[in-house]
C-alpha cells in the first residue's frame, strides 16, 4: 500500500475543508500533523514531514496552501526520493501570504527549485494568497503541470470547496504519470504555460 500524504497550510485545514474529506474519503491517506499550524516554522514542519517519509514512504503528496510549499522545499533534501508525486492545490506566495498574516509565518524565502518528482499544480483566477501571474511563474520554475479552475479562490471552504471529488481523479493521474516518470523527464518539461489556458 502506498500512502497519501496530507499536507494542510497554516492553521491547518479544519472541519469542512477538502482535505479533511479526503482523510475520510480515503483509507490510504494520512494527515502529517504540525505541533503549531498557527506559527508555522519552516525547519520544525520539514522535520516532521521527512519523519514520517521516512518512517511510512515512499508516498504521494495532497497539499494545501503553505503545505505546497512545505513540499516544494523538499526539492533539493533526500526525503525528494520518497515522494512518488504530489498534488499541490493553491500554493500560496509567501510575500503575499506574509502581508494578509503579519507576524505568523516563518517559512524562508519561496521555493524556486525544479521538484524532482512529478506534480500536478491546481490553482484559480482570483486567489488572495497567489496572483495570478506569479502563480504562472512558479508553475514555470517548478516544471509542474498546471491546472486551473477558473474563480475558485484559495480552493478553500471560503470559495466553496467542502468535499472535492475532483482532486480524486487528480490523484489517480498523477499515480498514472508516476508510473512512467524518469528524472530526465525534468530537463524537457515546460511547465506552467498551459496555466492560462485551461480549461
Known sequence: MTLTLILPGLNGSGEGHWQQFWLKDDAESRLVEQDDWQSPRVEVWLE??????????????VA????????????????A?????????????????EKLHPGAIHFGRMPTRTLP??????????????????LSLYCRLWKTEARNLGQAGH???????????GGYGLLSLLKRKARTYRYSDRTSLQGGEAFLTWP
Open 48 to 61: 516532521r514531514l521527512e519523519e514520517v517519509l521516512v518512517r511510512e514512504g515512499p508516498a504521494y503528496i
Open 155 to 165: 480552493i478553500n471552504i471560503a470559495s466553496g470547496f467542502g468535499r472535492w471529488t
Open 81 to 97: 526520493r520518497l515522494i512518488k508525486g504530489a498534488l499541490l492545490v493553491a500554493p500560496c506566495d509567501l510575500s503575499t501570504t
Open 64 to 79: 494545501h496552501s503553505l503545505g505546497c510549499l512545505l513540499a516544494a522545499k523538499c526539492a533539493d533534501r533526500p526525503s
Open 117 to 134: 518528482f512529478p506534480t500536478i499544480t491546481v490553482g484559480s483566477l482570483n486567489d488572495i494568497y497567489m496572483p495570478l501571474e506569479s
